[in-house]
């Protein structure tokens, strides 16, 4: 072989040699950039994992508070039905009571019902304790009306400088 042969025959192993180490290099970097790329796409994979549970469970959060919400509006509307309930109870208790109160009234003899006023000896006009639901007597108001002229108020005394009704 001659030596220009030689040195191409030199010139072509270093040049197969060279083109095997860039192929080698090139694979390796492709690998590791694949590597690089995988171990990514795992970490957007584990966060979407993540977000997603999130949501799942700020979706349980708001289905569970709207639950709330919807029991307490049917817990206020028991508790509306309950006091309505209750406040008719309580007017017809005391519409009760004032029947009974006037029904002792009637029968009551110390209670003088001729002319709408009670007697002198009934604790309701003597300041002592009531009975419960019975009329009591404004000590401000003016007298009641009766039926005994002697127990009407005298009317003042006329003013002399007052000119004469006619």
Same mark, same amino acid.
């Given at each position: ?5 030689? =040195? ?20 390796? =970097?492709?690998?590791?950039? &694949? #590597? /690089? ?7 957007? @994979? &584990? ?6 549970? !999130? ?8 289905? @569970?508070?709207? +639950?709330? $919400? ?14 309505? *309930?209750?406040?008719?109870?309580? *007017?017809? $208790?005391? #519409? *009760?009571?004032? @029947?009974?109160?006037?029904? #002792?009234? @009637?029968?009551?003899?110390?209670? &003088? !019902? ?10 309701? !006009?003597?300041?002592? /304790?009531?009975?419960?639901? $019975?009329? !009591? ?8 009306? =009766?039926?005994?002229?002697? +127990? ?8 002399? &400088? $007052? +000119?004469?009704?006619?």
């Amino acid at each position: 072989m001659s030596p220009a042969a030689t =040195t191409a025959l030199i010139v072509v192993i270093v040049l197969v040699v060279i083109i095997l180490a860039v192929i080698l290099v090139m694979i390796g =970097t492709r690998r590791r950039r &694949d #590597a /690089a790329h995988r171990e990514k796409a795992a970490q957007l @994979r &584990d966060a979407s994992r993540d977000a997603q549970l !999130t949501a799942q469970q700020h979706e349980v959060d708001a289905t @569970r508070a709207e +639950a709330a $919400a919807k029991q307490a509006e049917i817990d206020a509307a028991r508790m509306r039905e309950q006091a309505t *309930e209750r406040r008719s109870a309580s *007017e017809e $208790a005391q #519409a *009760e009571a004032a @029947r009974q109160n006037e029904r #002792a009234a @009637r029968i009551d003899p110390d209670v &003088d !019902t001729r002319a709408g006023r009670r007697a002198a000896n009934d604790p309701a !006009t003597q300041g002592g /304790a009531s009975t419960p639901g $019975a009329p !009591t007597r404004d000590p401000g108001a003016a007298p009641a009306p =009766t039926a005994d002229p002697a +127990a009407r108020p005298v009317p003042p005394p006329a003013d002399p &400088d $007052a +000119a004469p009704h006619n």
